[in-house]
């Protein structure tokens, strides 16, 4: 299986900052197949991107994705009070479809 | 809009057995695959199983092999999850999500809670 490790853990940031969250598989994915999620308290996760670097219907493009082959980035170019969650990447091209372990963005 | 909505969750004992629903609406539910994934408590998202669009095919993680049962009734547009033999290790919120291979649309989830 898969396994993805996402860094870092917490980070701490401030509104109006960029924040760059790190998705790094134990194999390749491929670019077709990376995705991201949002979590909030008490919510089900909301698809952000799929496909490495397409946005889902109706997310903001302070929201982009990138990489490739083992090592996938989600930024957000300048954070918004209701960015602050925990973050899930997820590769759906190899059986079993996998998660990271999560990044949360606290408000510094 | 589309929406799911999960049910059935509560307190079971270990060994207990337990049927979440997952109720849908706003697309064409025969068209998709359908996944139960679980959040165990301040945990990450782990997905416990996947029911082709048809019910054809089914698929379970290793955790829950042989004591979970993914269905399908596509005429009430309604997923179901029988899980049996249940274990502490269970405990967690269950969400169903629609599969477009990525998950684009998630409930708000039903906290099942293992525990004597």
């Known amino acids: 299986e898969i396994v993805l490790t996402q860094s870092p853990g917490t980070l701490s940031l401030s509104p109006g900052e960029r924040a760059t969250l790190s998705c790094r598989a134990s194999?390749?994915?491929?670019?077709?197949?990376l995705a991201w999620y949002q979590q909030k308290p008490g919510q089900g996760p909301r698809l952000l991107i799929y496909?490495?670097?397409s946005r889902a219907t109706g997310i903001p493009d302070r929201f982009s994705g990138s990489g490739s082959g083992t090592d996938f980035i989600l930024t957000i170019s300048r954070l918004e009070p209701e960015d602050f969650a925990v973050y899930y990447c997820q590769q759906y091209g190899s059986s079993p479809q996998t998660f990271g372990q999560g990044t949360k963005v606290e408000i510094k | 809009q589309v929406q799911l909505v999960e049910s059935g969750g509560g307190v079971v004992q270990p060994g207990g057995s337990l049927r979440l629903s997952c109720a849908a609406s706003g697309f064409t539910f025969n068209n998709y695959a359908i996944f139960w994934v679980r959040q165990a408590p301040g945990k990450g998202l782990e997905w416990v199983a996947l029911?082709?669009?048809?019910?054809?095919?089914?698929y379970y993680a290793d955790s829950v092999k042989g004591r979970f049962t993914i269905s399908r009734d596509n005429s009430k547009n309604k997923l179901y999850l029988q899980m049996d033999s249940l274990r502490p290790e269970d405990t967690a919120v269950y969400y169903c999500?629609?599969?477009?291979?990525?998950?684009?649309?998630w409930g708000q989830g039903t906290l099942v809670t293992v525990s004597s």
């Open positions: 999500a629609r599969s477009r291979g990525y998950l684009d649309y």
């Open positions: 029911i082709r669009y048809d019910g054809s095919d089914k």
């Open positions: 194999q390749s994915v491929s670019s077709s197949d």
């Open positions: 496909g490495t670097s």
